[in-house]
């Protein structure tokens, strides 16, 4: 453990601290930001009448459009002058969403990121090869300076030019690797089609996140590497990767709540859900300096557990994350997520883990096809076994999802790879 007064802290102590620093985070954004005094006045609230965590739940949402109708810098404390960094959404739909740093700030983030590494394995003598994007995006800087604060060598690369990736993995004797999962796939491709073994390498563990990923998928990727795969979850809006992360048990993701306090809320009608159901994660920050955010919805599907972990730690664990809720698929009526078809296809395994899903319309029935590379193997037995294959993967859509899809077998290598990102999606619907 990183931090072993903070991360195994008893709960009750725990509870009284993340009040205590509620209340405080409360009253700065009412006296300083006028959007917040403006909202909290309009259902007739103050700071003072928020005497428990519960009473967190009287107080109104944040959404990525509030932070959009504020841009760029409406919802900040104090302007600028405490701010020392800026990171950014992309914004390829739209206004993009600008978020800032303090210097204490930024010492947070390095704080939990490094409880995040050491949780994955990483210490001083650790090689770590941050190949995340670098830049507006909080994924590379993020790594970076939780790998420094704990005194590991850090290689920052960003993102791209895979080849050169494995090289230096190689050469430079990496120990942990950190990325998006969909990179850590093209990175293993990359690597079978250089003919360098994995068991020749370094590599120990790999930290994960930034896009959901089933537990399948983490099986695919540990064989194809060699090494233990670690799960990450952050968001630039709360701070970056490290708002939670695994640790060794691996069954769930701990959220720093001596940073944050997490609800768990049903995301057509944000009523607050029981410990263990599965909705919409809403996240408030309670340490923030720059920009602090209360009852933010992250989109994020999760559920959230407070029991013992065997790991020691007393934070509380979020599930995997199953999905966005802007990334959920509602096909002739029934939900689904990308990692669902994702954890199928896995479990069938008889395919490379490279799909896409092609959602379109005909007349007014929505239709789902899945587009799914065949293994090199299965492509030089021409069309023997290759109707078995798409039936089963069909009666396993149905069986598990409750959904008819269309199974298109597509040939190895033909599906776009990822180098952050993956897109999973292509919607055609509202492009007719
Ligand atoms: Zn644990």
Redesign the pocket.
Same mark, same amino acid.
């Given at each position: 453990m990183w931090n072993q007064n903070c991360e195994a802290m008893p709960r009750e102590k725990l509870e009284l601290l993340q009040y205590l620093r509620l209340k405080q985070t409360l009253e700065t954004i009412y006296q300083l930001v006028p959007y917040y005094r403006q909202r909290f006045g309009e259902i007739g609230a103050e700071p003072g009448d928020i005497r428990s965590l519960k009473d967190l739940a009287r107080l109104p949402f944040t959404i990525k459009n509030d932070l959009r109708d504020n841009y760029p810098y409406g919802l900040f404390t104090n302007g600028l002058s405490e701010v020392v960094r800026i990171h950014s959404s992309s914004g390829t739909t739209g206004i993009p969403t600008v978020v800032g740093y303090t210097r204490d700030d930024l010492e947070v983030w390095a704080e939990l990121m490094a409880r995040a590494l050491t949780a994955a394995g990483a210490f001083r003598n650790s090689v770590i090869h941050v190949a995340y994007g670098y830049g507006l995006f909080t994924g590379g800087l993020g790594v970076h300076y939780g790998a420094e604060k704990i005194g590991a060598t850090v290689v920052p690369v960003s993102g791209g030019q895979t080849k050169r990736q494995v090289r230096m993995i190689r050469d430079l004797r990496c120990t942990l690797l950190a990325c998006t999962p969909s990179y850590a796939l093209n990175i293993a491709e990359t690597m079978e089609e250089m003919q360098i073994e994995p068991s020749g390498l370094k590599l120990e563990s790999g930290l994960f996140g930034a896009e959901p990923w089933s537990d399948n998928m983490r099986h695919v990727i540990e064989e194809k590497l060699q090494i233990s795969a670690f799960d990450i979850y952050g968001l630039s809006e709360v701070m970056g990767p490290g708002v939670a992360y695994e640790?060794? %048990?691996r069954?769930?993701l701990?959220l720093g709540e001596d940073h944050f306090i997490a609800e768990i809320v049903d995301p057509s009608s944000g009523e607050i859900l029981p410990e263990g159901a599965t909705g919409e994660l809403v996240i408030t920050t309670i340490t923030k300096g720059a920009l602090p955010v209360v009852r933010y919805r992250t989109g994020d599907i999760t559920s959230v557990t407070r029991k013992p972990? %065997?790991?020691?730690?007393t934070h509380m664990?979020l599930a995997k994350i199953s999905g966005r809720t802007d990334d959920m698929l509602i096909i002739r009526g029934v939900n689904v997520f990308p990692s669902q078809v994702e954890s199928i296809l896995l479990e069938i395994g008889e395919t490379e883990p490279h799909y896409q899903l092609i959602v379109d319309r005909v007349g007014t029935l929505d239709t789902l096809e899945i587009q799914v590379e065949l293994t090199e193997q299965m492509f030089s037995d021409k069309v023997k076994g290759l109707e078995d294959l798409e039936k089963t993967i069909r009666e396993e859509i149905v069986s598990v999802l409750g959904i008819s899809a269309s199974v298109k077998l597509v040939e190895p290598k033909s599906i776009p790879r990822s180098e952050g990102k993956a897109q999973r999606i292509l919607d055609r619907r509202n492009a007719r």
């Amino acid at each position: 453990m990183w931090n072993q007064n903070c991360e195994a802290m008893p709960r009750e102590k725990l509870e009284l601290l993340q009040y205590l620093r509620l209340k405080q985070t409360l009253e700065t954004i009412y006296q300083l930001v006028p959007y917040y005094r403006q909202r909290f006045g309009e259902i007739g609230a103050e700071p003072g009448d928020i005497r428990s965590l519960k009473d967190l739940a009287r107080l109104p949402f944040t959404i990525k459009n509030d932070l959009r109708d504020n841009y760029p810098y409406g919802l900040f404390t104090n302007g600028l002058s405490e701010v020392v960094r800026i990171h950014s959404s992309s914004g390829t739909t739209g206004i993009p969403t600008v978020v800032g740093y303090t210097r204490d700030d930024l010492e947070v983030w390095a704080e939990l990121m490094a409880r995040a590494l050491t949780a994955a394995g990483a210490f001083r003598n650790s090689v770590i090869h941050v190949a995340y994007g670098y830049g507006l995006f909080t994924g590379g800087l993020g790594v970076h300076y939780g790998a420094e604060k704990i005194g590991a060598t850090v290689v920052p690369v960003s993102g791209g030019q895979t080849k050169r990736q494995v090289r230096m993995i190689r050469d430079l004797r990496c120990t942990l690797l950190a990325c998006t999962p969909s990179y850590a796939l093209n990175i293993a491709e990359t690597m079978e089609e250089m003919q360098i073994e994995p068991s020749g390498l370094k590599l120990e563990s790999g930290l994960f996140g930034a896009e959901p990923w089933s537990d399948n998928m983490r099986h695919v990727i540990e064989e194809k590497l060699q090494i233990s795969a670690f799960d990450i979850y952050g968001l630039s809006e709360v701070m970056g990767p490290g708002v939670a992360y695994e640790c060794p %048990s691996r069954d769930g993701l701990h959220l720093g709540e001596d940073h944050f306090i997490a609800e768990i809320v049903d995301p057509s009608s944000g009523e607050i859900l029981p410990e263990g159901a599965t909705g919409e994660l809403v996240i408030t920050t309670i340490t923030k300096g720059a920009l602090p955010v209360v009852r933010y919805r992250t989109g994020d599907i999760t559920s959230v557990t407070r029991k013992p972990c %065997s790991c020691g730690r007393t934070h509380m664990r979020l599930a995997k994350i199953s999905g966005r809720t802007d990334d959920m698929l509602i096909i002739r009526g029934v939900n689904v997520f990308p990692s669902q078809v994702e954890s199928i296809l896995l479990e069938i395994g008889e395919t490379e883990p490279h799909y896409q899903l092609i959602v379109d319309r005909v007349g007014t029935l929505d239709t789902l096809e899945i587009q799914v590379e065949l293994t090199e193997q299965m492509f030089s037995d021409k069309v023997k076994g290759l109707e078995d294959l798409e039936k089963t993967i069909r009666e396993e859509i149905v069986s598990v999802l409750g959904i008819s899809a269309s199974v298109k077998l597509v040939e190895p290598k033909s599906i776009p790879r990822s180098e952050g990102k993956a897109q999973r999606i292509l919607d055609r619907r509202n492009a007719r």
